[in-house]
């Protein structure tokens, strides 16, 4: 066979044209996306691509989303990769359905194709007078073949639908109550079941008292299996007293954390480690210049998903048939490591994507798929619905890594930066599942690890820096420096579970950069815009510093009152997709707080800019909540934050003003938009503490006993 | 053991048959089928569950199904309806005032309470109404703005 050729995104992987759309007997076009809704807006932005292709109205298209039995795959929803691989493959798909329709039409009216015009799907003459539809069209049989994306998009400049604010898809629903998440499904016969976790992550269960639960009432099955214990119930509150009472039936052995939130940074810069030279730049003369060297250490603790709405699941098994409704960033991912565990063929498994609260990366979603399924094993045939308590959800979920950066710089006697290298230490970034071949049986999901026969623990993993980049995210500066060297030393040993949160290791890496270059920007005597500008090629990236500056009327070497500061940083994420400025402007009354976040980006093309802006404007205001208020705490034994009053987050008494000011560049590639916030934030709230008070704080979270211990 | 409770809620008398301590939450969604209430926290600590108890926000999961008894409950579906949204609807859309849009009804149902007490609420009577409702996606400004949106329009 001799190798096809490659086509743009997930077009390559998903070859035919009907995998991707579909028109409908009632005059709509059915659109079908790997992609799914996180709350970040993408399901409305492939629309508008697809209704930008093909010439029809918005709102003749109906969106089908994530689904084993529907929509092509197209790996996970995440890292802002879905533009580039699900809007691009979409792209092509429309043009060349488009093409397709106009030349059958072509023959049919006998006019040729380059004299015909499309209007919401009505294809006619210059004349309007002979006219057929695309519904009138064999669309079925024009669609039943592979793309070959031979056909070009439009041209930005010809783009009515994409690059106009489009109102999201979802938010009517949303706003009213109407169901529409995971949690909210219902199927005739419905049960709730919950998982009754261990203390710790490696306890044993040395006794349980199944019987004690299974006389409550409503308990219709108590399940244990190995060291998975789950009940089900008729009634969700009787799930839960169930629960209770099998936490209490239960005894369980622990075993020891080998460190805790205290020691965790030493802990990780001592471990033996795998090293990645990430980049390594040598001037040699450059480097003779240096007149001073700084060095500093930068960490991050672990931080929470902390979804508002715990993670949840549906399964339903019947015959050898099992469906599972979810709020998995990644279906098919999924449905691999549940046919491992359960040792099916996968076709025997549906998984059907249904909205659940942000994410934010991987949080409990896929774990909660498999509790639904092994409880619905034990009530054959009726539905089971899971939801995680927020207990559980606290202590069990993957958290975003714990981080340090150390960075070390030379200033020659100019005030210029002539030699830079930066280390950063971290577990692993992705834990989630994969259909990746690996030898032996491993799985990614929580439940699997207790089972009797357990199934081992996937071996974590990190995006490589032609992927993004896991640990390593953004840890090469985007400035010109004419000596860089960027080592990253990953840690195996995990003493917390850690996988995919938001912008991976760029929120550590840039908080550590852009906190670094203020430090020498105050070395070098010189304003933290300034300095930055003068070692910035980058055209793009020094039109969001300058246009964040002035929009927030920044001045060189305006002095603090000793009540508020302000700082600036900037970042482009992952090296290549969007490029994000930002200053704080921070209040210290009664207590560390942002009074206004001024934004400017370019993400190139934005296919839906009051999408782009929305997600931006969350971006920035939850890496505000990180940066002032969040770690997860462990001892020796466990992880002890469980509740949100051990785990705060902004409050809306707190909330900033934000301004995001965008710059369009319709002409250029869009450029994933939804993380680029997360480091950019961090740094320039440790920035405006240092112009505030003269303290530079190097650990996250920058609390008020940080800085009185300063 | 499971008693039978009858609770007004958008206006319809209903009688459920649970056990008295029985969080409301889960009587609102599973015996009413209302699921715009949603369980985030079930401890009184995020406001996802917020509902009305004549006319005062509470969070549903901490309250007790015997203490809702015979008092006259809302939930966002009887605010308003896709057909006919309530004013608070109306500008959370407009505003595009959603990422994952789970903290809304909850957000919405502490809005409404405030307007019901102050139709002319500044931005931090705003902000201290819906301190005890958290939104994890940073939805932030813009729910505080689509709050003064509706407020302005419900003064029309
Ligand atoms: S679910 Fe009721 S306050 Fe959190
Ligand atoms: S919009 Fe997601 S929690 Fe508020």
């Known amino acids: 066979m001799s190798a096809a050729a490659k086509l743009p995104g997930s077009l390559n992987a998903n070859r035919r044209l009907d995998r991707w759309l579909r028109f409908n007997a009632d005059r709509t076009v059915t659109v079908r996306t790997g992609k799914v809704e996180i709350g970040q807006g993408i399901v ?39 533009i580039d691989e699900g809007g691009s493959a979409l792209r092509y798909a429309c043009a060349e359905a488009r093409h397709l329709l106009l030349q059958a039409a072509s023959q049919q009216l006998d006019i040729p194709a380059d004299k015909l015009v499309v209007e919401d799907g009505v294809i006619s003459g210059l004349d309007r007078i002979r006219k057929l539809s695309y519904w009138e069209l064999p669309h079925a049989e024009l669609l039943n073949r592979e793309a070959t994306a031979a056909i070009k998009p439009k041209p930005a400049a010809r783009h009515t639908i994409v690059g106009a604010s489009a109102a999201r898809l979802d938010i009517p629903d949303k706003a009213t109550g109407a169901p529409r998440f995971v949690q909210d499904l219902e199927l005739p016969g419905m049960l709730f079941g919950r998982a009754v976790r261990p203390p710790s992550y490696d306890a044993q269960l040395t006794a349980f008292d199944a019987d004690a639960v299974r006389k409550l009432p409503g308990v219709v099955a108590v399940v244990r299996d190995g060291n998975f214990i789950g009940v089900v119930a008729e009634r969700e509150e009787q ?11 239960a005894q369980w052995k622990e075993s020891p954390l080998p460190t805790d939130d205290a020691g965790i940074y030493d802990y990780l810069t001592s471990r033996q480690t795998k090293d990645h030279v990430i980049i390594e730049r040598t001037d040699a003369a450059a480097r003779a210049r240096a007149a001073r060297t700084l ?133 692993g970034h992705t834990g989630r599942p994969n259909t990746a071949t690996t030898t032996g049986k491993v799985s990614s999901l929580l439940a699997a690890w207790h089972l009797a026969n357990p199934v081992a623990r996937r071996p974590q993993g990190d995006p490589p820096m032609s992927g993004g980049g896991g640990m390593a995210r953004n840890s090469p500066a985007t400035y010109a420096f004419p000596n860089e060297r960027v080592i990253a030393h990953r840690v195996e040993e995990m003493p917390l579970r850690v996988s995919a949160l938001r912008a991976l290791g760029a929120t550590a890496n840039v908080f550590a950069i852009e906190s670094f270059i203020d430090e020498l920007a105050a070395a070098a005597g010189a304003d933290p815009v300034e300095f930055r500008l003068r070692h910035m090629k980058d055209p793009r990236a020094r039109a969001v510093i300058e246009l964040a500056a002035q929009k927030a009327g920044w001045r060189a070497g305006a002095a603090s009152d000793g009540t508020s500061g302000r700082g600036i940083a900037f970042a482009q994420y992952k090296n290549s997709y969007g490029y994000l400025a930002l200053v704080i402007e921070l209040g210290l009354e009664p207590d560390i707080h942002v009074k206004r976040a001024v934004a400017a980006i370019d993400v190139g093309q934005a296919i839906n800019p009051d999408g782009v802006v929305n997600q931006t404007e969350g971006g920035i205001v939850q890496s505000i909540s990180w940066t002032l208020k969040e770690q997860v705490r462990f001892d020796r034994e466990r992880v002890t934050t469980r509740t949100w009053e051990e785990y705060p987050i902004l409050t809306f008494a707190e909330a900033p003003q934000v301004e995001v000011h965008l710059i369009n560049r319709p002409d250029e590639a869009p450029l994933g938009a939804g993380e680029m916030a997360a480091g950019p934030t961090a740094a320039a709230i440790a920035n405006a503490l240092h112009h505030a008070l003269g303290v530079r704080i190097r650990d996250l979270p920058l609390t008020r006993e940080r800085i009185a211990a300063a | 053991m499971p008693e039978a409770t009858t609770l007004k809620v958008n206006g319809v008398r209903h009688t459920v048959c649970a056990e008295p301590d029985t969080p409301l939450l889960y009587i609102l969604r599973n015996d009413l089928k209302l699921k715009g209430a949603k369980f985030g926290c079930g401890v009184g600590l995020c406001g996802s569950c917020m509902v009305l108890i004549d006319g005062h926000n509470v969070m549903s999961c901490d309250t007790p199904l015997w203490a809702a008894a015979g008092k006259s409950i809302t939930t966002i579906e009887g605010l308003g309806s896709l057909a006919a949204p309530h004013a608070l609807q109306r500008a959370f859309i407009t505003e595009q005032a959603a990422q994952c849009g789970y903290c809304l009804s909850g957000v919405i149902m502490s809005a409404a309470a405030l307007l019901e007490r102050n139709p002319d609420p500044s931005e931090s009577d705003i902000k201290q109404a819906l301190a005890r409702n958290l939104c994890r996606c940073g939805t932030h400004t813009r729910i505080i703005k689509a709050v003064q949106r509706a407020a302005g329009e419900l003064r029309k």
């Open chain 1, 295 to 427: 060095e500093a250490r930068y960490t991050r603790p672990y931080v929470a998903h902390a979804s508002i709405g715990p993670s949840c699941a549906l399964a339903r098994i019947e015959g050898g048939r099992i469906e599972v409704w979810t709020h998995s960033q990644g279906v098919y991912q999924l449905r691999h490591d549940l046919a491992t565990v359960l040792d099916l063929p996968p076709e025997n498994i549906l998984v059907h994507h249904a909205e659940g609260a942000g994410c934010y990366g991987h949080n409990g979603a896929d774990d909660a798929a498999l509790d639904a399924v092994l409880l619905a094993r034990a009530v054959a045939g009726r539905p089971v619905q899971v939801q995680w308590m927020r207990d559980d959800e606290f202590a069990w979920e993957p958290f975003g890594p714990a981080m340090v950066v150390k960075t070390r710089a030379a200033l020659d006697a100019q005030g210029n930066i002539v030699d830079w290298a930066l280390d950063v230490w971290s577990n």
């Open chain 1, 239 to 249: 799930a839960v007293k169930a629960r209770q009472a099998a936490q209490r039936a």
């Open chain 1, 44 to 82: 409305t932005a492939m629309a508008q691509i697809a209704a930008e292709e093909l010439d029809v109205a918005l709102t003749r298209v109906r969106m089908v989303s994530g689904d084993t039995a529907l929509t092509p795959d197209e790996g996970h929803t995440s890292g802002s990769r879905s």
